[in-house]
């Protein structure tokens, strides 16, 4: 009998057929959704009403990732939620089978090959870019080497204009209490080594603008890692008599995203040295949920904050209590435009992205109609001009339209997208899927630079 590790268990995962390897389940339980290259064999799987991950690897590797995606969840850390691992798998004749790690299946996720499959310009290259230097540096701040950056160990979600990125594999990751220079530095050069593959390949796919370099792209994220944590963690040294430089550092960091919740001032002389000892990403996501109540991404609130501040001035609600004003705003201003979606149009965005991508449009309108033009009758014309005609992007079970990228193109086995296109001449690269055919008798092991080696030749 199958043993189930979980913090949270789900009584439905356990009729599931444990004793066949995933990849030969029945498709009734499985979800086709788009995914990025694995190594081991994922499938994403149905339960009710709610979708998992379950990945395929040997026992240790299941418990260590099991934990760390839980430490990472504790902290708050973008990561996939870890649900469960099932360990103990027999088939019928009694052979062994690996161990799967269940997570929850992160809604309204992207991975970077249905990002790219549909073309992305370069500015969208950019956000994506700076959406996975955040990560690696929360992940950093909170002593996290992950020791395996690539595009497809990344999710992004919209956040407002922007993407925000998640971790979706920890399989070689180590927590440790703080990480050395060495160490972050380490991981930054696995990151862009991993990534200066990954946008090879997809500039030997055409799927990357052509005025985007892999080496100047991975350069950037060098130096964006580089800038990001100086100022998340540098000394700042001034006179005395620039005090207001204290406040000037936490305004930025605000700016960033981030609290400071520690902040060492030291004095020698005149001369102030001040450093930002414990920062805490999240400052505008919090301070919208105490507000409102809303779970959002950083810049998906910061945009609602700054409507909710508008409200304020136009409402003569300065004086309120801010609570009371937000109550007011939710009720009067987010809610009636999250509930004018019919039900169907609801698995394109997620409510927070929806009412940002209603304020940017009835921006435009009012711009070209040269009126104020009011949120009731903007959310109107943003689902018939809009909403309607984008793809879904909740990817739940019901909505599984998304499977293929490109309508032309049927996937071999939709519920494995590595296996590529009916008519591809070849598969698409995936280095670990290579390697297990050539050794298909070897155990999985952790060995990045066997990663790195395969890739070699295709840069
Ligand atoms: N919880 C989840 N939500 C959404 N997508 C997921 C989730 N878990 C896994 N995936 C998708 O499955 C893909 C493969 O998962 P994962 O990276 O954990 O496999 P792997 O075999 O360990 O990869 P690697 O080859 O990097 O070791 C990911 O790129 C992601 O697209
Ligand atoms: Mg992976």
């Known amino acids: 009998m199958p043993r189930f590790l979980s913090s949270r268990p789900d009584s439905r995962l356990i009729p599931l057929p ?3 390897p995933l990849a030969e389940w029945p498709t009734e339980h499985l979800v086709a959704l788009p995914r990025g290259l694995s190594r081991h064999v994922v499938r994403f799987i149905r339960v009710g009403e709610s979708v998992y991950a379950a990945k395929e690897i040997v026992e240790p590797v299941a418990l260590h990732e099991y934990r760390l995606l839980q430490d990472l969840t504790r902290l708050g850390t973008p990561a996939v939620e870890p649900l469960a691992v099932v360990t103990q798998r027999h088939r019928a004749d009694g052979r062994e089978l690996e161990s799967v790690l269940i997570t929850r299946h992160l809604q309204f996720s992207l991975p970077y090959r249905s990002l790219f499959s549909v073309g992305v310009r370069q500015d969208t290259v950019s956000r994506l870019v700076d959406a996975m230097v955040v990560l690696l540096a929360r992940l950093h701040l909170i002593g996290f080497m992950w020791r395996d950056v690539s595009l ?6 919209r956040d ?5 990125a998640y971790l979706v594999d920890a399989e070689t990751g180590e927590m440790h209490a703080d990480l ?4 972050r530095e380490h991981d930054l050069s696995i990151a862009v080594t991993n990534l200066f593959g990954d946008f090879s390949d997809l500039q030997a796919g055409g799927m990357l603008d052509p005025s985007l370099d892999p080496l100047q792209l991975v350069e950037t994220i060098e130096t964006r890692y580089r800038e990001l944590w100086s100022e998340l963690t540098g000394v700042e040294e001034f006179p005395e008599r620039e005090l207001d430089r204290i406040e000037g550092r936490v305004r930025r960091l605000n700016a960033l995203g981030f609290d400071v919740a520690e902040l060492d001032i030291s004095t020698a002389g005149k001369t102030i040295r001040i450093q930002p000892k414990v920062v805490d990403a999240g400052h505008h996501s919090r301070r919208l949920m105490r507000l409102t109540g809303l779970d959002t991404e950083e810049n998906q609130a910061r945009r609602l904050l700054n409507d909710l501040d508008t409200y304020r001035a136009r409402n003569n609600l300065q004086g309120t209590d801010e609570a009371v004003a937000a109550h007011q705003w939710l009720a009067t201003s987010f809610e009636p435009v999250v509930n004018a ?18 304020l940017d449009y009835r921006w435009y309108q009012s711009q070209r109609e040269r009126r104020e033009v009011p949120l009731t009758e903007a959310v109107h014309g943003y689902i018939d001009d809009v909403l309607t005609s984008l793809p879904d992007e909740e990817l739940s079970a019901d909505s599984v339209t998304l499977i293929q990228p490109d309508d032309a193109q049927a996937l071999v086995n939709p519920y494995d997208p590595s296996q590529g296109y ?7 690269y995936d280095p670990w899927e290579d390697d297990a055919g050539e050794n298909a008798t070897e155990p999985a092991v952790l060995d990045l630079d066997t990663l790195r080696r395969l890739r070699g030749p295709k840069n």
Not at 160 to 164: D, I, P, Q, S, V
Not at 180 to 183: A, H
Not at 422 to 428: K, Y
């Open 18 to 20: 444990w004793g066949t």
């Open 152 to 157: 497809s160990n990344i999710l992004f979600r």
């Open 160 to 164: 407002a204009g922007e993407f925000a």
């Open 180 to 183: 050395t220079t060495g160490q």
């Open 341 to 358: 979606i019919p039900k169907d149009l609801m698995g394109k965005r997620d409510p927070a992205q929806i009412y940002h991508e209603v």
């Open 422 to 428: 009916v008519d591809d001449e070849e598969t698409p």
